[in-house]
Nanobody, 122 residues
Framework: QVQLVESGGGLVQAGGSLRLSCAAS????????MGWFRRAPGKEREFVAA????????RYADSVKGRFTISTDNAKNTVYLQMSSLKPEDTAVYYC???????????????WGQGTQVTVSS
């Protein structure tokens, strides 16, 4: 079992930036893919970005491409989501998750954090 703990959410004005962190309780837990998802009020959870632990491969939703950057720090067992040029429509609870597979489908992710709220004011 592994625990994922997100941090870094908060309130920011449109056009601003935030960096989310997701710390895994241990390394080598068998899930090589780390993803970020979000759920806005009244909407379904959606894929945001994914990365493998080596950091060599990344994948982004079209809605965040060019504005968000996902990265890893293997020494700290931590995945980051750097969010820039934030828009009010980015307001959501952001979750990190771990998977065996390169997937954008949240059902393929086995471990989940508790989520961190990001609110972007206009």
């Amino acid at each position: 079992q592994v625990q994922l703990v997100e941090s870094g959410g908060g309130l920011v004005q449109a056009g601003g930036s935030l960096r989310l962190s997701c710390a895994a309780s241990r390394s080598s837990f068998g899930s090589p893919i780390m993803g970020w998802f979000r759920r806005a009020p009244g909407k379904e959870r959606e894929f945001v970005a994914a990365i493998n632990w080596s950091g060599r491969s990344t994948r982004y939703a079209d809605s965040v491409k060019g504005r968000f950057t996902i990265s890893t720090d293997n020494a700290k067992n931590t995945v980051y989501l750097q969010m820039s040029s934030l828009k009010p429509e980015d307001t959501a609870v952001y979750y990190c998750a771990a998977s065996l597979l390169w997937e954008t489908d949240s059902r393929q992710y086995d471990y989940w954090g508790q989520g961190t709220q990001v609110t972007v004011s206009s």
